[in-house]
């Protein structure tokens, strides 16, 4: 039988107060730590937002201090630009030509927008050359104005046409003046060299002294013109290598080697054919080194005009002869709108200076605008025929004008009527 295990009193209440004690340590280990948990929180927390808050002021400090420093700078930059401008200013005020200085230099930089709008009112005399007939039929103008501030430049005339035999007034002779016109061309373009570079217009020398252009009767339909070009100008020869050393070091000028040179006025000059030399450059293959145009008016080796509107065409024949033909460009009429190209306003009988019966009228012709524009350089204008008319010089033109002619008198029975002297 087993020995029963007994516990004294005083063991008991050992037992009993441990217990209790341990109870009690235990509400204090897991109670105090979650409130200092919450604590260290809150601490951390504070901490940070206060060196949040230290951080943020210290920056703003420092953006202060940076863009202060800048604001500083800049105002001591914008004091000596002040300082440097002023005594600048003074410097310029001292200068007595000032304003004349200002004045060239605006002008200066107007320079390329006054050239795009240049006209050239010159080229009137040409116009007039083409527009009005030769021959018995004549027109003379008695006073004439020329408006080119609109956008389509016009001729405001008054004339008088004569019909150079009876009956002296005979309005077909206006009539088929108007009917011309949309048969009027013009032609312009550029002289260039055997290499094909463009000839400056000053280096071009196109007219003599009387305002004539340079002809020369040719095999073609149409004259032969050409013009002088200055090729030892300064800039006159664009593909020129002005001056080369030779081998043996000297120096030699080659800027007119390949070019047959002649004299006019004292001065060496290059010839340059305005209308082709047909029977001179065409050849059926192209021979290096001689002058050369294609059946397709192509010009090569040789220095020529590039005309902006005139095209040249070459057809063989069954007998080997090669026909040519040129043809204008519709857009390089010289009066545009067939309709009202001309209008005829007013027209009356009258008698001449000479006291020849003619008939008076005003006319307002409206030309293209290329025509007068002054960087369409080498203009000519070209009568119905296809021809080019060169009758242009200043006694020429002088026959191009007359003195106004007389109303028809009470008892001139003549002028009244269509009848003849």
């Not at 192209?286 to 294609?294: D, H, L, Q, R």
Request: aromatic share 10%.
């Amino acid at each position: 039988m087993a020995k029963e295990f007994q516990v004294s009193d005083s063991f008991k209440k050992i037992f009993n107060q441990a217990n209790k004690f341990h109870f009690n340590q235990h509400r204090e280990i897991n109670l105090v730590p979650d409130i200092k948990n919450e604590m260290i929180r809150a601490l951390k927390l504070r901490n940070l937002i206060f060196f949040i808050c230290i951080v943020v002021a210290a920056a703003s400090v420092g953006v202060t201090v940076f863009f202060g420093a800048i604001a500083g700078g800049q105002q001591l930059a914008i004091d000596g630009k002040k300082s440097a401008i002023k005594t600048l200013e003074n410097k310029l005020d001292s200068y007595s030509d000032l304003n004349d200085f200002l004045t060239i230099r605006d002008q200066l930089s107007n320079i390329s927008e006054i050239t795009s709008n240049k006209k050239v009112l010159s080229r009137t005399f040409n116009i007039l050359s083409a527009l009005l007939p030769t021959g018995a039929d004549t027109i003379k103008i008695s006073e004439m104005n020329v408006n080119l501030a609109a956008t389509d430049p016009t001729l405001i005339f008054e004339a008088q046409a004569n019909a150079g035999r009876p009956p002296y007034i005979d309005y077909n002779v206006l009539d088929s003046f108007k009917k011309s016109m949309k048969y009027m061309h013009y032609d312009y373009g550029d002289y260039v060299d055997k290499e094909g570079a463009i000839i400056p217009a000053y280096c071009m020398i196109e007219t003599n002294s009387q305002g004539t252009f340079f002809t020369e009767s040719g095999t073609s339909e149409a004259e032969s013109i050409y013009a002088y070009w200055t090729i030892e100008g300064e800039g006159c020869n664009p593909s020129a290598r002005t001056v080369e050393e030779s081998e043996n070091g000297e120096t030699e000028n080659t800027q007119s080697d390949g070019y047959e040179m002649e004299s006019y006025e004292g001065q060496p000059v290059v010839r340059i054919w305005r209308t082709p030399q047909y029977n001179d450059w065409y050849k059926e293959n192209p021979v290096e080194g001689e002058p050369y145009m294609s059946l397709d008016g192509e010009i090569s080796n040789v220095p020529h005009f590039e005309s902006s509107c005139i095209k040249y065409q070459g057809e063989v024949g069954d007998d080997g002869t090669v026909k040519w033909t040129s043809s204008n460009s519709e857009s390089c009429r010289l009066v545009p709108d067939d309709d009202e190209g001309i209008i005829i306003s007013e027209s009356s009988n009258g008698r001449d200076a000479s006291e020849d019966l003619v008939l008076r009228f005003s006319a307002t012709i409206t030309l293209a605008p290329e025509v007068y524009d002054f960087n369409n350089t080498h203009m000519l204008a070209l009568p119905p025929s296809g021809r080019y008319n060169v009758t242009d010089s200043y006694v020429q033109i002088q026959a191009m004008f007359s003195e106004r002619a007389k109303d028809c008198a009470k008892d001139d029975a003549a002028c009244k009527t269509n009848g003849g002297n």
